[in-house]
């Protein structure tokens, strides 16, 4: 029975991607920073670590304790909504460190069983705003398309180990707490100067249209791991798919 090690397990992409692999006779480290293990079924093949991808000791802690794995699927970060003007560089490090050093910092622990087992899969989950930018998402789309970049540099790298990198590029998903965390971060958005342009964005967030289930990312992620033969970005949910084949 082979292993996965999840971030981020504890609600959307993170908990519904740890289901999936549950059903599916896996067994799964499923990590968060705060562990709750009501939020996902009882399973003997289940672990829930503590985990905050921002912190060395923690992520040292949390692949020791996971001991060998076969997979690793970096899902954690966050956003932020504001004008870039007004968005303070506090907050910008902030989702540097989540979105992007910590999706580095973890795949650089996992990455030496890996090698030496000359096996394993990397499964990146980053945003269709990489494919077709918003505005006042700034930040956030910056991070995770370095993320993006990072993922195809490390495929390179890898190849020769029989290690395989992926992308998995969910949409706009009503089932996240994105919106939640974004709004902890809201700066700017009574500027005057942007009054027009916010306006418009946050209608069409409201608007209805295609949008990402928490089970297209899941889907989206079980093949990045068990298809050798899959694209280096995998598109998940209607929205992004119909980006992706634009």
Not at 98 to 110: E, L, S
Not at 161 to 189: I, K, M
Request: net charge negative.
């Amino acid at each position: 029975m082979k292993t996965i090690l999840i971030t981020g397990c504890s609600s959307g992409f993170g908990l519904e991607t740890a289901k999936c692999f549950l059903d599916r006779d896996w067994k799964v480290v499923a990590t968060m920073r705060k562990p709750r293990e009501d939020v996902l079924p009882r399973s003997e093949h289940l672990r829930v670590l503590a985990l905050d991808v921002t912190d060395p000791e923690s992520i040292r802690q949390a692949v020791e304790a996971a001991g060998p794995i076969d997979a690793l699927v970096n899902n954690a970060g966050f956003g932020a909504a504001s004008p870039f003007e007004a968005t303070p560089m506090a907050t910008v490090r902030e989702v540097f460190e989540t979105n992007t050093f910590g999706t580095m910092a973890v795949t650089q622990a996992v990455l030496p069983q890996f090698r030496q087992r000359m096996a394993g899969v990397v499964v990146n989950v980053t945003s269709s705003v990489t494919l077709k930018s918003i505005p006042l998402i700034a930040a956030y789309t910056a991070s995770k398309a370095a993320v993006n970049a990072f993922t195809e540099v490390l495929a390179l790298e890898l190849e020769q180990f029989g290690v395989h990198v992926r992308l998995v590029l969910p949409g706009r998903s009503p089932e996240t707490r994105f919106a939640d965390n974004a709004h902890s971060r809201v700066y700017g958005l009574d500027h005057e100067a942007y009054a027009d342009l916010v306006k418009s964005v946050f209608a069409g967030f409201a608007a209805p249209g295609p949008v990402t289930h928490a089970q297209d990312v899941a889907e989206a992620v079980w093949r990045a791991v068990n298809d050798p033969s899959s694209p280096m970005r995998l598109p998940a949910g209607a929205d992004a798919v119909s980006l992706a084949d634009g």
